[in-house]
């Protein structure tokens, strides 16, 4: 087989097409993956929307629980700094 000039033209013109659909192909399924995020996105806002007082009252419970337990560590805290002072008091 011989490389011909007219051979050559044509290769160079298929490799133009391959090019010319993987841009294509690119393009397109770039444009979807925007969608689908988008629409991941908006299923996300109103989802958020529809079940606002359900996340709010489980935050709200969630917060009430670690404030709690915070609450209950500095008591301890504070006796335990109480009872040191005493000590101290008591040694002097």
């Not at 444009?31 to 995020?37: D, H, M, N, T």
């Not at 606002?52 to 915070?70: G, M, Q, R």
């Not at 209950?72 to 008091?89: P, S």
Request: charged share 25%; glycine share 4%; net charge positive.
């Amino acid at each position: 087989m011989e490389i011909t000039p007219k051979l050559v033209a044509e290769w160079i013109r298929i490799d133009r097409q391959r090019k010319i659909r993987a841009e294509r192909r690119r393009r397109f399924f770039g444009e979807v993956r925007g969608i689908f995020v988008f629409l991941l996105l908006a299923a996300i806002f109103v989802f958020a929307l529809n079940h606002y007082t359900e996340i709010k009252s489980l935050a709200a419970t969630k917060l009430d629980a670690a404030i709690t337990k915070a609450n209950h560590a500095n008591r301890l805290r504070q006796g335990a700094i109480n009872y040191q002072n005493q000590v101290d008091q008591i040694a002097q």
